[in-house]
């Protein structure tokens, strides 16, 4: 517009422009002729109208130009923007054709996995589905769909539900007697859980499928169905297997209750009559004869004993009966037992249980004699010369009430090589070499002990050096049952100084240290003749009984002719040694290993000047009455009662015999004996139930019934008890066993059963 302006602005001539200026401007117009302007005045007019239209003509195409500019530059951006926007829409056209290009692959490869994956999926030989979210079928392979073979309307789309009606018509599978809606009410809900259990179904051909579902994210569900039926045949073969092999335990089980009961009855026979032949007049040869048939007896008795152990342990029916007990005691019963063997070599035998110590604990003191009993006589027969030692340290917990216990056994004998260590606790293994092929056993002792402890919450170990000894500790932990506030016992204030004299260096250290642990300083000494010299310090002396070059006897005579008329202690091992066996009564004489509360009693008594009394008679002293002590035996065997007759002779009592439970029941109502040794297998009535009867007569008064039985495996003590009998001995009968049964359960009012020379002594 301002253009248009512009260009018609030099058409006009100065006049005109003139006028139009005034005109626009709204001057007055006059005439030329009239009017009082001059021409001077109206040049002049002019001349300012000129300028300004020129001053306005220059603003205008300033304006224009400026607008012009400005249109030029927003061209130019504008026409940059359009090739920008060219380039990204031709960059972003590249990137859509590559983009389809890439998709166009990758559908590729998804259709080539999809491809695979079916392929796969179809050499599965169990079957395959999907489902999706509103339970309708998205494919399945080959396998699943052949369950369905010939029913068109099981495929792609198919609910879950019709599947289970077709199921239920076709008969595909088993549903027992369950009725065909509650059987597919039953799946149903098993389907719709979030997590499907699997279940096993068996379908027309008695072929097995375990059904697997799995629940995604977006409730579509991958459906396998497994063909077990291989897996289920072999279960079942597996259990048939089972069962037999459980029969076949059970027959085992009973074979060796039967092969016990068996070898034990005939054992009873043979160990019985050697007892009886070794108490006869025999010729020095008859005597060996006859010790040599029992020792095999008793060596037989071992091997059966650790087989029907081991047995009971693979079988896992072996089982702990924990009681009280004296573990001390417990430990000197099983050195008492060894002490024959170790003095035929000229063993010592040394207890060192820590003073500090509790000893009446809770186990099971069956158990632990026998683990004892199996190291301990491992240690006596693998040792030539030296000692055999048994330690016991340990620590007590009060707030628990436990003592963690730890045992070791120690030799001085052969050793084990470093090679066979690890081999030593295995089944039927020994150390076997040219050095103790001599050896005999089954091999089986060391590897019961580690099952026994085991059984315990124990743990065994060995430690030994070839040719030097060997030792075997183990650890248990097991509650006490004493008062843990007692304080050890001490000795007696005037017992400051301690003359021990004894050739064996072991013994020396053990009554040293036990010694100076009572706050006593010893004074050690392993010749006699050296001790007399000595003894003038000493306000006790503990001597071993025989010592080379002098006999204890003879030495304490020595100490009296000297002058010195303190307390002697004189320790033997001969198991024939009373308490009481001097005329001195500032001497005693007692039997090694002894209990350690005993020795300071012992000791307490001397310096207090009580005589001393005998530690060997364990047995009450009973009443001499008008009558003898009736004893019923009920035995059916023969050579048993015969045995037991022979065995019982010496005694004055009043012996019956019955041959079967029957019997029994009946010699009892009509003699009420003292006391009853039963048997437990026997003809017309068995001993449990001869028991049984007998209780239900007895009234008040109960009789004392003790089982002798050829049964040793385990259960038949707990059978055989429960059945109400008070006791239970095994055979082959001990004479000892016998005599101490009678000793416990004699009544009062009776005469004594036991003449002087036949006294049990422990």
Partial sequence: MARAAVATIPALSGLSLYLHVMANHGAPTRGICGGAMTLTYKLAEERRARLAAERLLELKQAELFAANRKLGLHAEALSNEIVETRAEVENVRGEN?????????????????????????????????????????????NAYLAVFEGIE?????????RILEII?????????DERPEEWRQKMIERWHKPTPPPTTLRLWNGEYIKLIDQRGHGGDIVSLALNITETVRYEAKLKAEQARAEAASRAKSAFLANMSHEIRTPMNGIVGMADLLKDSDLSEEQDLFVQTIKNSAEALLVIINDVLDYSKIEAEKLVLHPVSFDLERCIHEVMTLLLPTAREKGLSLVVDYDLFLPTMLVGDPGRMR????????NAVKFTASGHVLVRVVGTTDTTTGTCGLHIAVEDTGIGIPADKVDHIFGEFNQVEDDRNRQFEGTGLGLSITKRLIALMGGEIWVDSIEGEGTSFGFRVTLPVDEDLSLEPPVLPQDVRRVLIVDDKAISRSLLQKQMEQMGARAILCSDAQEALKRADVADLVLAEDVMPGMEGRVFVAGLRERGWDGPVVLLSGDPAVIGSGSDDLQTVLLKTPIVRRELFQKIGDLVA?????STNAPFPDVAHGPRLMRVLAAEDNKTNRLVLSKLLKPLDIDLSFAENGVEAVEAFETSRPDLIFMDIS????????????IRALQGEK??????????AVEGDEEGILAAGLDHYLTKPLRKEAIFNAIALNCPPGVLDPFPEAVRPTG
Avoid: C
């Fill in 97 to 141: 054709q590559r983009f389809k290009s890439d998709l166009m692959e990758a559908h590729e490869k998804v259709e080539i996995a999809e491809r695979r994956l079916w392929h796969s999926i179809e050499t599965i030989q169990d079957g395959f589905a999907f489902f999706d979210a509103r339970d309708r079928m998205i494919g399945a392979n």
């Fill in 682 to 693: 026997m003809p017309k009535m068995d001993g449990k139930e001869a028991t049984q009867h």
């Fill in 609 to 613: 000047g009580t005589p001393p009394t």
């Fill in 702 to 711: 109960r009789v004392p019934i003790i089982a002798l039985t050829a049964h």
């Fill in 153 to 161: 309307e099981v495929q792609p789309g198919i609910p879950y539900a």
């Fill in 370 to 377: 026998q683990v004892l009993t199996n190291l301990l006589g």
């Fill in 168 to 176: 239920t018509e076709e008969g595909i599978f088993h549903i027992d």
